[in-house]
């Protein structure tokens, strides 16, 4: 690894972030004997400048942040870590030390995910055709899925590409709308496919 530390007065800012949701745990600082460490023991560790010594994140709380890799920016004065936390990471119980949960999030989808749930939970169905949807059951909705994986799998014979996109996320979306009929959320089919991950 290419990092001179020395570059920036014994100390290094190292970003430390899930390498599961990509989500920023926290910021610490590293000199040449905690990267050392870190890499030795798989646990990331700091120079605390409080303590004025090395410090492993979890050596009190138990809440360790195993390393999965080490990267150094453009410049080489800065680390992003990636690791896997056990508990949180923030020494006041939040998951972060933005206060934020280190939820997984898929973007666009995730915002979609919350826009289904709201519209469920406001139920206006004359307005909303999700709440309409929802009101007429899972038996409908199930068969709205069916049509359109259908629908996708005929869009996908022909060569309008077009068609196939749109009739592929009429199924995206519908599918989003079942797995919360059903009480589920696309990251519980991301966790079942990490499981069958080898």
Same mark, same amino acid.
């Given at each position: ?9 014994? /100390?290094?800012?190292? *970003? ?23 890499? #030795?023991?798989? @646990?990331?560790?700091f120079f605390s400048?409080?303590?004025?010594? /090395?410090?492993?994140?979890? #050596? ?13 920016? +453009?410049?080489?004065?800065?680390? /992003? ?8 990471? +923030? ?5 972060? +030390? ?8 898929y973007g666009f ?15 206006d169905s004359e ?6 949807? !929802? #009101? @007429? ?11 359109? %994986? ?13 068609? !196939? /996109? ?6 995206? !979306?519908?599918?989003? *709308?079942?797995?919360? %009929? @059903?009480? !589920? ?14």
């Amino acid at each position: 690894m290419n990092v001179d530390i020395k570059s920036a007065h014994g /100390l290094i800012p190292a *970003i430390i972030q899930d390498s599961e949701t990509k989500n920023v745990l926290m910021l610490g600082y590293m000199n040449e004997e905690s990267l050392q460490k870190t890499i #030795e023991t798989q @646990k990331v560790t700091f120079f605390s400048r409080s303590k004025q010594r /090395l410090w492993t994140k979890g #050596e009190e709380s138990g809440n360790f942040l195993n390393l999965v890799s080490i990267k150094n920016d +453009c410049d080489g004065d800065t680390l /992003l870590i990636q690791a896997k936390p056990v508990g949180p990471t +923030c020494h006041t119980g939040a998951d972060t +030390c933005w206060q934020e949960p280190n939820d997984a999030n898929y973007g666009f989808i995730s915002q979609l995910e919350n826009t289904i749930k709201t519209r469920r939970e406001n139920a206006d169905s004359e307005k909303s055709y999700v709440a309409s949807l !929802f #009101e @007429k059951g899972i038996n409908k909705i199930a068969q709205k899925v069916g049509e359109e %994986a259908v629908e996708v799998v005929i869009e996908a014979k022909d060569e309008n590409d077009d068609l !196939f /996109l749109s009739e592929s996320a009429d199924l995206l !979306f519908h599918y989003l *709308i079942l797995l919360q %009929a @059903k009480g !589920f959320q696309l990251n519980d089919v991301v966790e079942v496919l990490k499981k069958r991950q080898k």
